[in-house]
């Protein structure tokens, strides 16, 4: 026996030692013998060249197995001390005996153990760097590998996730979750086509799991393959009929797929649930303006806000002037109304001014003149540097026949650089209505340098036609 296993060996030796001889043959024969030999171009030999190629060529002459380190009687015996120590919950005496028997020589073995116990001791920076060690030293040492890869997504490193996640699976640990994840890192550093493939095969080996399907989903939708999202979020819902994230993602691919109305459905349904949130229902909102259903749309923007101090006021605000913009008066209003009453002592004085501008359009908008100079008034109120509140201003006493006032109020606008141009313009316009054609002329022209505008030029140059004698 001893005899047979001496021949195996021998002959095991003399396959690995011609099989390198013959690989450094081959690297060392000049690229253009090679293609002449193997027919292949310049090009196509370059991937055979290459040295990361040769190294991996060279690893295959050792068994596919081995992907753990060798030990001897001696570091067997030291490494069932430290396993007694961690049985016993003596975690500190074994990281303390796996550090002396570390080195640069020493088996990997040491590193991955003592990377284990830091790993489980939310020490990630410091497992990290020894599983790199232990990878390392033992190329093909497939647990550290995994381990490093599940560190560096734990640390939402996802570029070095990606390379370590990849070497697990070339060494042969095909497994569902190192197919998720290596999905999730592809899917976090924006490669979308390789989250795909690899969410696939994490749903091949382990299609119970709904991550690796809802990773699927998600990586088409950003590919815009929406119609298939759609179909495989079909396939989510009918098992999963209390998951808000199946029924959002779907109503963001029917967005994509231009069926807003059937988005509406999915996000009304998530709030029948109850498992709507600020940003679906303001989703909501908008999908109901844009499909000219004003009612519904303040409906689900009043039920936002609803949702607690976290809301963005901004976004009702947004919706108000849209609304205003189309001339729904009564939703714009019932939507100001809702505003004030559910966050009115949360507001900016910007976000204040916002929403008295608004109210001031709907007192024009109603033909309350009184309402809206008193809105303006409060607006300078508060920010006497609001240019446009008193550019309005000045259009309303103008309107009211009070054109001191309204000289004042432009004269007030000009003030500020930012509301200059247009002060001057409007100035100028009530100095025509008037027949102060020279007057008016010196305002436009410093408006236009100010602001060059081809309205404003046209405008000018018929003042000047008409202010030249006849």
């Known amino acids: 026996m001893k005899r047979l296993f001496l021949q195996i060996t021998n002959s095991m030796l003399i396959f690995i030692i011609a099989g390198i001889f013959y690989l450094i043959s081959w690297i060392t024969v000049p690229e253009e013998r090679q293609a002449c030999a193997s027919g292949l171009s310049q090009s196509e030999l370059k991937i055979w060249n290459d040295l990361s190629f040769q190294k991996r060529f060279a690893e295959s002459y050792m068994a596919e197995t081995e992907i753990e380190p060798r030990v001897t009687m001696e570091e067997r015996d030291r490494m069932q001390k430290v396993l007694g120590f961690m049985s016993s919950g003596e975690m500190d005496k074994a990281a303390g005996l796996l550090e002396k028997s570390r080195g640069d020589k020493a088996n990997a073995l040491y590193d991955f153990m003592l990377a284990n116990i830091l790993f489980q001791q939310e020490k990630i920076d410091q497992a990290a760097g020894i599983y790199q060690i232990a990878v390392e030293k033992y190329p093909k040492f497939r647990r550290a590998w995994r ?119 999915n996000y009304e349904l998530v709030d029948r649930i109850g498992k709507s949130t600020i940003d679906s229902l303001n989703m909501l909102g908008d999908v109901y303006i844009n499909e000219g259903l004003y009612e519904m749309a303040v409906d689900a923007y009043i039920r936002a806000m609803g949702k607690g101090t976290q809301y963005k006021i901004e976004c009702a605000i947004r919706a108000a002037k849209a609304l205003t913009a189309r001339g729904e008066i009564k939703e714009t209003r019932k939507l ?29 908008a109603e033909g309350s003149g009184g309402e809206e100079a008193r809105v303006l008034e409060e607006i300078v109120g508060l920010d006497p540097l609001d240019g446009e509140a008193l550019i309005l201003l000045g259009q309303h006493s103008n309107r009211n026949g009070d054109t001191e006032r309204a000289v004042f109020y432009y004269e007030r606008a000009a003030n500020i650089e930012k509301y200059e141009a247009d002060a001057r313009v409007r100035h100028a316009q009530l100095l025509v209505g008037m027949g102060k054609y020279d007057e008016a002329l010196p305002l436009l022209r410093k408006a236009q340098q100010l602001k060059p505008r081809d309205d404003v030029l046209k405008y000018m140059e018929q003042v000047e036609r008409i202010a030249k004698p006849r």
């Open 336 to 364: 100001l109304d809702s505003i004030k009453a559910l966050h009115g002592g949360q507001l900016s004085t910007e976000d204040n001014k916002d929403l008295l501008k608004l109210r001031a359009r709907l007192a024009v």
């Open 147 to 265: 381990n490093l890869g599940l560190i560096y997504v734990r640390m939402s490193e996802f570029e070095k996730a990606l390379p370590a996640l990849t070497r697990v699976i070339e060494l042969g640990g095909s497994d569902s979750l190192t197919y998720g994840l290596l999905g999730f890192a592809y899917s976090s550093v924006e490669n979308h086509l390789s989250a795909e493939s690899s969410f696939r095969m994490a749903v091949l080996l382990d299609p119970a799991t709904i991550d690796w399907k809802m990773g699927l989903a998600r990586s088409l939708f950003k590919q815009e393959r929406y119609a298939e999202a759609v179909s495989l979020c079909d396939s989510l819902i009918s098992g999963n009929p209390d998951r808000a994230d199946f029924w959002l993602l779907q109503a963001n691919a029917y967005i994509g797929l231009n069926q807003p109305l059937k988005a509406a459905e």
